[in-house]
């Protein structure tokens, strides 16, 4: 039912867009478009529905909403429709790196904000960063980086790294070695979409590490970590928290338990707003938010933030507006770097049992202040 | 006029005459998606000559479109980025002009279809759709794991690249270069299909101990129809990759290689207007039904399950009526 | 590499072939019985596992949710079967491709609809979750030993039933003589339905035990249905035989490719740039594999002509 009227909404803003064409009087027209559809369709579910929690009630805010199917070229075109039919100001919404290389530089390009609320390429972090673009949820490689030194403080010496043979893997794993002192083991690139990990546990028991790290979205993720819990070996597990977060952990149960995981957020987190936002979220959806929520959520908060400073239609003073980032994250402290992109708290949590439910607890900082390597490539 | 060529010709006009109201009306975004239709439209005819008329049920067409759009995203990139191709032998620099970009595309992806077909078409029927589909998920991991040209994530382009004479980033004029190609690929897939190549390749279709007995080889005739197909959908997929200034090894998936067929089949099989019609078609119902529910894709699945159920012969086919010999 | 490690990556290579046996068989029966190509054959494994899910979820039981896998395929190979397919037998194989790609888009949204769009809940029984030792000190998954199990026991069943009962003798009369079985008063719409409910029976269950150490998910199907045809093509439509062989070739060359081509360039390279290589042309292998049977064996290893 929920789903229904938030498409209604779209359809209705829609078929709204000829009389406000011009001249939006105050109002902002955000663009989302977003993965709804396919097997994907989870995360950007999750970013949709944080991000119209915080924006429920502002009238001044109106959202389109468009599903990319997780495909490229979809996405291009949503774009284009986006910018060169509907108006809009803003957009925002995508979940995947490939994606975002293809829609964020030639949105940039023609003159609209984009606010990234999931995927943070290196390339638009560094040498191709854009005054217009916004980064609201990490750098590629943030969650990495904080595991190499939290591994570093916690007498991690041996590691096996693992990833899909793809860029955002192979990121991921250049990442976590940028920071990581001790000795990387062996270094398994796996082929994207695979399911089965019997090969790799293998060599990963037959290897004198003492810890796997690894990254693998989505279903491989799953497939990995209940093949790992059937194999028996012994060997602490890490990740970024991409492979263990809420939405995915129903799935893999109690075989995640104890695996350590880096994240910028997680629904224990104290800070203010925070509770009011999983408690909310939870009455609005009947589930628990997972980070991707939270990046949605704080997605709207930053840009309804910007919209009671500055005209969008004044794009010097609207990006001078977003970059003060005068909100109240609900992962705490929040600040821009030069680059456009976060400077925040990355933290370990571990994969518990609360009652019947696997979820995550923080149990300790993993970086302070963190910002992404990539700035410094960044002429702005 | 037979109601065939009536048809065919309000089709043709079809899309000109939308984009040209689009432009009058401001509809920039309306433009794009018509041009969308178009190259699929090329895509799909290039497809529809081995599968219409050399009845050559190809599954991974989407190779071939990839391969386009990979001369057109590595070509472009090192222009781009001024970093030559190669440098070891010889000098080999990158280029922004769409005229090279499309002979580099065509003759890169005959080649690939060239070499695929030479192994497909030892085979036929049913293994001839199974192993193409298998060649096409071969270049799609290929291209995800080979990391040189952004695996995953793809190339970006950041502008259009050049035509003489054109600004190619203006959507109509876009439009109307592609529209421009997909009539001449148009016209002379009708002249191909009447002249001795086409009978023949239509007559191995129907029978080929007969073809061999007249001393034509239905093997060499195949593989010719399979290159040049192979080929047209190698330009479609430049073209395909200059629309959206971007190329990713989603082009290579074999959803791709379906969509292609969807096109054909819904337009009409074997009609030289068949995937112009379905293409039209098929773009319209995505962007009519998307916005109306998550699930849409159940729609069209019904939508296309009840046009080979019930509707043989497509939206041609329905519309023309039988009359008309298959070929 | 160390003998045990090569013998436990052999044993990964078997179990994975078995699983896409189980795949094939279904899709092999179904083409040579009834001429047909059916793209949805990974659908009915989704379908199997999310029925396993939901099964599991409820009682809590392994055996029960196989038991649903096995009948929530076939009754869903039955419907579309009396539905759908039967107006397909007579049709080429465009027809075919299309009407059951058109499947794959209907059941992919619509379990999604079903179920959402996060990925189930499903896991090996708590007696089978640890590793066995076996002979030679090897520590392999009890899980995926079952799985080789049941597997190689599916196989020979399926022999014996194609070449002793009364079914198997239709199935082998209709597969070299569509009309003669028909013209001989065998109930040949009721053949094709069980044939083809079999056939998806298996692919369900496939999915189940799948399911069960890898991911429930929307489109998990696909993947697994492109790597049968493979196998299929290998062994020669039609052919059980075939695509038994065809299976272990196809595990045993994905597994061991995918282990030993990078260490294999790590011979004469250096380590980053043979990892990379190394895995790029794995995910090849098996298409590769498939490419060099058909220069010698253009209708499969053991395809009719």
């Not at chain 2, 030289?272 to 293409?279: Q, T, Y």
């Not at chain 3, 049968?228 to 062989?245: D, E, N, P, T």
Request: glycine share 12%; hydrophobic share 55%; with cysteine.
């Amino acid at each position: 039912m929920k789903m229904k009227s938030l498409v209604a909404a779209a359809c209705m803003a829609l078929t709204g867009t000829a009389a406000l064409a011009d001249g939006h009087g105050g109002k902002l027209k955000v663009g989302m478009i977003t993965t709804l559809s396919g097997g994907g369709a989870g995360l950007g579910i999750d970013v949709r529905d944080g991000f119209m929690l915080a924006a429920k009630g502002n009238e001044m805010l109106e959202v389109v909403i468009e599903d990319d199917q997780q495909k490229p070229d979809i996405a291009v075109q949503l774009a284009d429709k986006m910018i060169q039919s509907e108006n809009v100001d803003v957009l925002t919404g995508i979940i995947w790196s490939n994606l975002a290389m293809a829609v964020i530089p030639s949105a940039t390009a023609q003159g609209k904000f984009y606010l990234s609320p999931n995927a943070g390429p290196s390339a638009l972090a560094g040498k191709g960063c854009s005054p217009l673009y916004f980064n609201i949820s990490w750098q590629n490689d943030a969650f990495y980086e904080a595991g190499g030194l939290w591994a570093n403080e916690n007498d991690i010496e041996k590691v096996f790294l693992m990833a899909p043979n793809y860029p955002a893997g192979i990121d991921g794993m250049t990442g976590f070695k940028r920071t990581f002192t001790g000795e990387v083991v062996n270094e398994v690139y796996t082929s994207l979409g695979q399911t089965d990990y019997a090969a790799e546990i293998a060599q990963i028991r037959a290897s004198d590490a003492d810890t796997v790290y690894f990254f693998l979205p989505g279903g491989m993720g799953i497939s990995f970590m209940k093949q790992w819990a059937g194999s028996g070996v012994d060997k602490n597990v890490m990740g970024p928290a991409f492979s263990f977060d809420q939405g995915i952990l129903g799935a893999i149960g109690d075989a995640a338990l104890g695996v350590k995981n880096t994240s910028h957020w997680s629904k224990d987190l104290d800070v203010p707003g925070n509770a009011e936002f999983v408690q909310a979220f939870q009455d609005e959806y009947g589930r628990l938010p997972s980070l991707y929520a939270a990046q949605g959520y704080d997605t709207a908060l930053l840009l309804m933030s910007a919209m009671g400073k500055a005209d969008v239609n004044d794009a010097d003073a609207f990006q001078a507006a977003l970059k003060e980032a005068d909100f109240q994250s609900v992962r705490g402290k929040f600040s821009f770097a030069d680059n456009q992109h976060p400077i925040q708290d990355i933290y370990m949590r571990e994969v518990v049992k609360e009652g019947d439910v696997v979820t995550n607890k923080i149990i300790g900082v993993a970086a302070t202040d963190h910002s992404d390597v990539y700035g410094v490539d960044c002429s702005m | 006029m037979r109601r065939e060529t009536i048809l065919n010709t309000l089709l043709y006009l079809a899309m000109p005459v939308a984009a040209g109201l689009a432009f009058v009306m401001g509809e920039t975004f309306l433009i794009t998606l018509i041009t969308r239709a178009a190259i699929f439209a090329l895509a799909a005819v290039g497809l529809n000559l081995a599968l219409g008329l050399g009845g050559l049920v190809s599954l991974g067409h989407a190779a071939f479109f990839g391969i386009g759009g990979y001369a057109m995203g590595i070509l472009a990139h090192h222009a781009q980025t001024y970093t030559p191709i190669m440098d070891t032998w010889f000098v080999l620099e990158g280029t922004k002009s769409m005229p090279v970009i499309w002979l580099v595309a065509i003759a890169s992806s005959a080649l690939a279809a060239l070499a695929i077909g030479a192994l497909s078409l030892r085979t036929s029927g049913v293994y001839f759709i199974m192993i193409t589909l298998a060649f096409g998920q071969m270049f799609y991991y290929f291209a995800i794991s080979w990391p040189a040209y952004g695996g995953e994530d793809g190339l970006s382009i950041y502008v259009r690249n050049d035509f003489p004479g054109l600004n190619t980033l203006d959507p109509m004029q876009f439009f109307a270069l592609v529209f421009a190609i997909l009539s001449g690929v148009l016209w002379w897939m009708g002249r191909l299909a009447r002249a001795p190549f086409g009978l023949a390749l239509s007559a191995a279709r129907q029978n080929a101990e007969r073809v061999e007995t007249v001393g034509l080889g239905p093997f060499r005739l195949r593989l010719v129809a399979f290159v040049i197909s192979g080929a047209v959908t190698g330009l479609a997929g430049a073209l395909f990759a200059d629309l959206n200034r971007f190329v990713s090894p989603t082009m290579f998936s074999w959803q791709m290689s379906g969509e292609f067929i969807v096109f054909i089949v819904l337009g009409g099989v074997g009609r030289l207007f068949g995937p112009v019609a379905g293409a039209m078609l098929f773009v319209l119902l995505e962007h009519l039904l998307s916005p109306v529910s998550d699930f849409w894709l159940i729609y069209v699945g019904t939508i296309l399950l009840l046009v080979v159920l019930f509707a043989r012969g497509g939206l041609i086919g329905s519309l023309a009526g039988r009359e008309v010999a298959h070929d | 590499m160390t003998p045990i490690l090569l013998i436990e990556q052999v044993l990964n290579g078997l179990q994975s072939g078995i699983t896409l046996f189980l795949m094939a068989a279904g899709l092999t029966l179904i083409f040579g019985v009834m001429g047909l190509i059916n793209l949805a054959h990974g659908s009915l494994y989704m379908i199997g596992a999310f029925a396993a899910a939901a099964v599991a979820g409820w009682t809590g039981s392994f055996v029960l949710a196989l038991g649903a896998a096995l009948a929530a395929a076939a009754a869903a190979g039955m419907i579309i079967e009396m539905v759908v397919i039967r107006r397909l037998y007579d049709r080429d194989h465009l027809d075919q491709v299309l009407a059951t790609f058109a499947l794959i888009l209907i059941f992919s949204e619509g379990t999604r609809w079903l179920f959402g769009s996060f990925p189930l809940y499903l896991d090996v029984p708590a007696a089978l979750s640890g590793p066995v030792t076996l002979p030679g000190g090897i520590l392999y998954p009890s899980y995926r030993l079952l799985i080789i199990v049941i597997g190689l026991l599916i196989a020979v069943g399926l022999f014996q039933l194609i070449a002793r009962t009364r079914i198997g003798i239709q199935i082998r009369a209709g597969e070299s003589d569509r009309e003669m079985i028909a013209a001989l008063g065998v109930d040949i719409s009721r053949l094709y339905t069980i044939v083809f409910a079999l056939g998806a029976a298996l692919a369900g269950l496939a999915g189940a035990l799948v399911g069960a150490i890898q991911s429930v998910q929307v489109g998990m199907g696909e993947p697994v249905l492109i790597l049968a045809f493979v196998v299929i093509v290998i062994g020669g439509i039609g052919s059980i035989k075939g695509a038994l062989v065809g299976a272990l070739l196809v595990g045993l060359t994905d597994t061991l490719g995918g282990v030993l081509l990078p260490l294999l360039f790590g011979l004469f390279m250096d380590p980053s740039s043979a990892t990379t290589i190394g895995s790029a042309l794995a995910s090849m292998s098996i298409y590769i594999l498939m490419a060099l049977v058909l220069l010698f064996r253009p209708t499969g290893l053991y395809g009719r002509a």
